[in-house]
């Protein structure tokens, strides 16, 4: 009897949690650090907002980069600091607005150079962080597309660059069709930055409850 009792009960528990994770929509969220956490059914991704301009003002998701560069942790936790486009897009040699990009985050565009490359020229220029960006048309397909590449692409370090070379700054991957419409916003806008806070606590906040952009589905 006593048996059956602790069955049923295990049974009962079970079923209580698949209630609640059927009402939070399937999503599994575990603490990566007090100031930013892990959505353990896709991977470490790290996510950030965008406070300012108001046409941005959604959160955006990264994937840090695998063997190089600081983690997106406690000790990395900054509020309304300036993301800044480089000038040229690439980042793949010291940008005209070096001095924009002291003491702030970069955005830079995929191609020409490597993700190590580019994040090694903008933290000698000092920047605290590097988004890195591909940048796709705005179509639906590619859209799509931009959406399953993600999870495939991994920054990695360059091994054409020798090892006393490194990165210690934060470094993560966005989305492509979000770097595109950041980049082209703050041109139409007529600003040199955006203002985000990164990286971000939600606690147990669902993903599909937050103020996603309006142009790409999670």
Same mark, same amino acid.
């Given at each position: !009897?006593?048996?059956?009792?602790?069955?049923l009960?295990?049974?009962?528990?079970?079923?209580? *949690?698949?209630?609640? #994770?059927?009402?939070?929509?399937?999503h599994? *969220?575990?603490?990566?650090?007090?100031n930013?956490?892990?959505?353990?059914?896709? &991977?470490?991704?790290?996510?950030?907002?965008?406070i300012?301009? =108001?046409e941005l003002?959604?959160?955006?998701?990264? #994937? =840090?980069?695998?063997?190089?560069?600081?983690?997106?942790?406690?000790? $990395?936790l900054?509020? &309304?600091?300036p993301?800044?486009?480089?000038? %040229?897009?690439? &980042?793949?040699?010291?940008?005209?607005n070096? /001095?924009? *990009?002291?003491? #702030?985050?970069?955005?830079?565009?995929?191609?020409d150079?490597? $993700?190590f490359v580019?994040? !090694?020229?903008?933290?000698? @220029?000092?920047?605290?962080?590097?988004?890195i960006?591909?940048?796709?048309?705005?179509?639906?397909?590619?859209?799509?597309?931009?959406?399953?590449?993600?999870?495939?692409?991994?920054?990695?370090?360059?091994?054409?660059?020798?090892?006393?070379?490194?990165?210690?700054? =934060? @470094?993560g991957?966005?989305? &492509?069709? /979000?770097?595109? !419409?950041? #980049?082209?916003?703050?041109?139409?806008l007529?600003q %040199?930055?955006? *203002?985000?806070?990164?990286? @971000? /606590?939600?606690?147990?906040?669902?993903l599909?409850?937050? =103020?996603?952009? %309006?142009?790409? $589905?999670?």
């Amino acid at each position: !009897m006593q048996i059956q009792k602790i069955q049923l009960l295990g049974t009962f528990l079970i079923l209580v *949690l698949l209630a609640i #994770r059927k009402s939070s929509g399937g999503h599994t *969220l575990t603490f990566k650090s007090v100031n930013s956490y892990v959505d353990a059914s896709i &991977g470490s991704d790290v996510f950030f907002e965008i406070i300012y301009p =108001p046409e941005l003002e959604y959160t955006y998701k990264l #994937r =840090p980069a695998k063997d190089f560069g600081a983690p997106f942790n406690a000790s $990395f936790l900054e509020e &309304g600091i300036p993301l800044v486009p480089t000038d %040229p897009p690439h &980042g793949c040699q010291i940008a005209k607005n070096a /001095n924009e *990009l002291e003491g #702030r985050i970069a955005l830079i565009e995929r191609g020409d150079c490597s $993700f190590f490359v580019k994040s !090694m020229i903008a933290e000698e @220029v000092g920047s605290k962080a590097v988004i890195i960006a591909d940048y796709h048309s705005s179509s639906i397909e590619e859209s799509i597309t931009s959406s399953a590449d993600y999870y495939y692409v991994e920054m990695i370090r360059d091994d054409t660059i020798p090892a006393s070379k490194t990165v210690n700054i =934060p @470094v993560g991957f966005l989305l &492509g069709k /979000n770097g595109k !419409m950041i #980049r082209q916003t703050l041109e139409r806008l007529n600003q %040199p930055f955006a *203002l985000i806070n990164i990286p @971000v /606590n939600l606690t147990y906040t669902s993903l599909d409850k937050l =103020p996603q952009p %309006p142009w790409l $589905f999670w």
